[in-house]
């Protein structure tokens, strides 16, 4: 079981910027498929922002332009920045990993609380 830690969250105001992070405890992080999703208070989980092994990136619609992801392998990290950050997107953060070479594993992350409000 792959361990993820998150960190991050809190409560910012509607405008405001927040830098999620995720630590994977993983000697394979480099070959590893990473996103972050969201799940607010009555809705279902969804998908962010990805990043594959090689760096390529995707974004959900409602976060384009505003968030980026991105990843450090020599910290086995990545990263959520969260820029002009809306009342829309108060949730859960999780963060979530997918092995793509052996042991295959895959895991979530506990998830950190994202507040937007004035």
């Known amino acids: 079981q792959v361990q993820l830690v998150e960190s991050g969250g809190g409560l910012v105001q509607p405008g405001g910027s927040l830098r999620l992070s995720c630590v994977a405890s993983t000697m394979i992080f480099r070959f590893a498929s990473m996103g972050w999703y969201r799940q607010a208070p009555g809705k279902q989980r969804e998908l962010v922002a990805s990043i594959t092994r090689d760096g390529i990136t995707n974004y959900a619609d409602s976060v384009k332009g505003r968030f980026t992801i991105s990843r450090d392998n020599g910290k086995n990290t990545v990263y959520l920045q969260m820029n002009s950050l809306k009342p829309e997107d108060t949730a859960l953060y999780y963060c979530?990993?997918?092995?793509?070479?052996?042991?295959?594993?895959?895991?979530w992350g506990q998830g950190t609380q994202v507040s937007v409000s004035s």
């Open positions: 979530k990993i997918n092995e793509e070479i052996p042991p295959f594993r895959s895991s």
